[in-house]
Each structure stands twice: as C-alpha cells, then as structure tokens.
C-alpha cells in the first residue's frame, strides 16, 4: 500500500493518477511515461486507474426519459406561476428622493417614492401578497436613465408599456388610465377626470384612485389638481414633489397658503369637447369651472396633442408673454 | 434584454442538471425538486448575471449548492447510502462474462462514490461524469480550483482502493 511505496512512485502518484484517468498537462505526461518504463508496479497501478476511470465513466446514467421529461414539465409551470408573479426591481437616488421602479413581464408595474429609504423592505413592493421581487440588471439600469431623464426635463415621454395590475380595481385602472391620457405639460381637474371616464359624481373616488397610483410620474397624477386650481395633494403629503414636476413641465404656479395655485391668467386653455385652444381671456373661458378646462403651459404642448389655434382670440397671433 | 431567453437555457440544461442531481443524491424524487428549484433560483437571479457568465457552470454551482444543503440532513444522508441500485449504463460489455464483470465492477465504484465525503463525491461527480472544468467546480464547491482537483484525486483514490483484490474488466470490454 501507500506506506510501503517507494518515495519516487509516491512523489509521481498524483501525476499519475491524473495522466491514466486523462486529468493531465504534458509535462506530468513525460514524467509519468519516463517513471512507468522502470517502475512495475506503477504499470499496474496505471492500468488499473485507467480501468477505474472508464467504469467511472460508465456511471454516466441516463435516467428514465419520462423521469426527466416529468421533472421537465413540472419545473416550467412553476416557472410560468413564477414569471407571472416576477417583477424586478431597481432602487435609485433621484432629484425627488429614492424611487423604485419595478417591471414585470408585461411591462412597468410599480413607481415608488421611498423618501429616504433605500431598500425593498422600506417599500410597498416588498409588502404586495403573492409578488416576487427580484434584483434586476442592465434593463432596469436603462429605465432608471429614462425616468432621471423625464424627471429633469431631459425628455418628455417614457413610451414604456405598462402593468397595469397593481391597480387596485376596474375602476381605478380606467382612472390611471384617463390620467395617463393627460399630456405634458398640461393639468386637469380631479372632477374633470370624473367627467372624462362618465362619472361626473366620482370625483373623491377618483382622488382615492390617484392617491393608491402605483404608477406615479408614469401614469401622471401630479397633472391633476383641484377645481380650486390649488395641488390639493400628492405622495401621501409631498406636494413639493407634484410642485418640481410641474414646473419641470413648464406649469406656472404661484403658492398659495401652505400650497400652491395653477397660474390660471398664464396658461393656455381647452374648453371640454373643444379642438382649438384658447388665450386664458377668451370669452368667459377664465371664469370657467377646471372642471371642464383643461390648462397648457405652452402652444406646443397643446398642438402636439393635435390642437389648432382658437380663430377668435387668436394665441398664436398673441401668445401669453409668461408662457413660452 | 441583453440575456437570452430562459426558457432556452431550461432547454439546453434542465436534463444534464437533473441527472447529476440524481447521481448524487441517488433519489429521483429528490432530483425533480432539486431541479426544478436549481431553475427556479437560476430564474430569479437570471437577470442580474453578467451577460459573459459561463451559464452551465453557474447553474452546477446552484445545483452543487441546493445538494449540499439537502445533505446537511444526517438522515437524508444515510437515506442515501441505502439508495444504490441497480443502474443502466451506455457502456456496452463485449462478452457475458465481461458485462457481469463490468457490472459487478461498477457496482462496486457506485458504492464507494455514494459513500465518499460530500464535497469529493461532488467533484468527483462534476468531473468525471459532467466533465467540467475545475474552475468550475471550485465555485461550486467555494473552493481553490487546487482543492477541487485535490477533491477528485482523493474519490479516484478510493475508488481504486475500494477495488483491490477485484478483477476488473478488461480495457477493451468498455468502448
């Protein structure tokens, strides 16, 4: 045995060892082949580790096909329970604190202000039953790049396909959906939303549905104030944020006790069911409820959503000196 | 996406890990959950993994990991152990007195590869029946790829020990 080997063949052993079981570099190859010309036993011994290796070899079983094809089957439907179930996620400082954002396979599903907060316990995703949040990598990179973007006035749409799932019912999912139909740079009213998806009476029900926006920034909330004209509200209680992007929008607002006021007397605005824009001092225009007005800050904003210029206060003959 | 869709990497690799989670814990129920929780795992981290990553490597290390854990039970352990059985081989014996001997023979070396300490009968299972480079089998064991080829050196040790005063199958009777 080992003991009673010569020190020669046991210094060679692992070279050996390798070479008969084809482990090996060249080099131990000669050594070993150089040894086994004088060494005897260690002929065997190499005879033997090469048997050794090729019934090793043949421990190469198949399993059943059936067995594999079963195990097959049952791993993809827990894959597809799972990929239904996957949103991956990304945390990143932003001018307006942490955001999450998290995309499923059908497209974004969450935005979320994490304030401070930098991990997925501190956010609603790691809270949502039956979600399986995950890490994700340069796809999300990208995404944190368009929202900075958008945020900081870099860009004006995000094209993303949505996920609409995390709305909390039918009905908040058609208001998400009225007030992602809400352009840049202009604000509705949370009763003009109302008035848009035919429920004129549900305008606290449309707040409620705003308030539980899982899509914030994406779906844009911060577009939609009180008939007051005031922001009334955003982000639990952040109005500073909903007041950053706006004005990043170019929406001209003047605070207003612990709040602040659309500047209604510098904006462009759409009377309901029109096609042509109007000067703020437009007939009874600036009198008009918000509930029925839509506000642009800018004639560009407004005719890129195809609107034409009203033919009797004419804004593009006397465009507003405050607006751009 | 820069990967490739996962459902390619099922494809490609689901049976080869299956099959080396049935060598090693010599259970077929136990290689099905196994599996498919190597490809569940693999699946939620598959986004996050460098686009360069050598995948089959990193689905052994899974694997390799989810059986170490699985062995950490002492009584899954010995389950194992009484687990070998008879097994089909693509091995072709010439002769019925060499297929009994190659039978016998590799019985024998199942047995002293399902009694081996874990992290050689890994090795040993990852290098010589999945062929895989020691690199590899070093992350998967969370060792230097000196102590993974160490790791097989020692199976093939006793193995050829575990066969002393058996005869064994001629050179040309295994193809």
């Known amino acids: 045995m080992t003991t009673t080997k010569h020190p020669s063949c046991r210094a060679i052993e692992l070279d050996l060892v390798a070479t008969a079981t084809g482990d090996v570099e060249s080099r131990s190859t000669d050594l070993v082949q150089r040894h ?15 048997a050794v290796d090729h019934v090793a070899r043949g ?20 894959l597809a329970d799972l990929r239904q179930r996957r949103v991956a996620y990304r945390i990143f400082p932003s001018p307006l604190g942490q955001i999450l954002i ?26 949502v039953e039956g979600v399986e949040a995950v890490a994700g990598g340069p796809e999300l990179e990208r995404l944190e790049r368009d929202l900075l973007d958008y945020i900081q006035g870099r860009r004006r749409d995000l094209d993303w ?12 999912r058609t208001v998400l959906e009225a007030t992602a139909a809400i352009p840049y740079g202009a604000v509705a009213s949370y009763a003009g939303v109302a008035r848009r998806i035919g429920r004129p009476s549900a305008v606290r029900a449309v707040a409620q549905a705003l308030r539980w926006n899982p899509l914030p920034i994406v779906v844009p909330c911060h577009r939609v104030i009180g008939t007051s004209g005031r922001l009334t509200g955003y982000a639990g209680n952040q109005l500073g944020l909903k007041q ?9 607002l003047r605070p207003a006790q612990r709040d602040f006021s659309i500047a209604r007397d510098a904006m462009y605005a759409l009377g309901e069911g029109e096609t042509q824009y109007c000067l703020p001092t437009c007939g009874d225009m600036g009198t008009r409820s918000l509930a029925r007005v839509t506000l642009f800050a800018s004639r560009a904003d407004a005719e890129s959503r195809g609107l034409t210029p009203c033919t009797d206060c004419r804004p593009d003959l006397n465009p507003l000196v405050s607006a751009a | 996406m820069g990967l490739r869709p996962f459902e390619t990497v099922v494809a490609a690799h689901h049976a080869e ?40 490597a990193w689905l052994f290390a899974i694997a390799t990991n989810l059986a170490r854990n699985y062995f950490r039970s002492e009584s899954r352990r010995r389950r194992a152990y009484a687990g070998i059985s008879e097994r089909r081989s693509d091995v072709d014996p010439a002769s019925p007195e060499e297929a009994r001997r190659f039978h016998e023979t590799r019985t024998l070396v199942e047995a002293v590869v399902d009694g081996l300490p874990l992290k050689q ?34 199976a093939l040790k006793k193995i050829r020990l575990g066969l002393n005063g058996h005869e064994l199958p001629t050179m040309e009777s295994v193809r």
Do not use: M
């Open chain 1, 36 to 50: 086994l010309a004088t060494c005897e036993p260690c002929r065997e011994e190499f005879d033997r580790y090469r």
């Open chain 1, 59 to 78: 421990l190469r079983t198949a399993p059943s096909a059936e067995a594999v094809a079963s195990s097959r089957a049952g791993l993809e439907s827990r």
């Open chain 1, 102 to 127: 998290g995309r499923s396979e059908h497209g974004i599903a969450l935005v979320e202000y994490l304030g401070t907060g930098t991990s997925l316990r501190a956010s609603r995703l790691g809270r």
């Open chain 1, 161 to 172: 396909s949505l996920d609409w799932r995390l709305a909390s019912s039918d009905f908040a």
């Open chain 1, 244 to 252: 950053r992007l706006l004005t990043t929008e170019g929406v001209k």
């Open chain 2, 17 to 56: 890990i299956y099959r080396y989670l049935a060598r090693v814990t010599s259970r077929s129920g136990d290689a099905d959950d196994l599996s498919q929780e190597t490809f569940l795992r693999a699946y939620r981290a598959w986004e996050s993994l460098n686009e360069d990553a050598n995948v089959r």
């Open chain 2, 121 to 154: 009968r890994l090795a040993f299972v990852l290098r010589k029946l999945h062929d895989l480079e020691y690199d590899a089998i070093a992350r998967s064991l969370q060792c230097s790829p000196d102590s993974a080829r160490a790791h097989v050196f020692q």
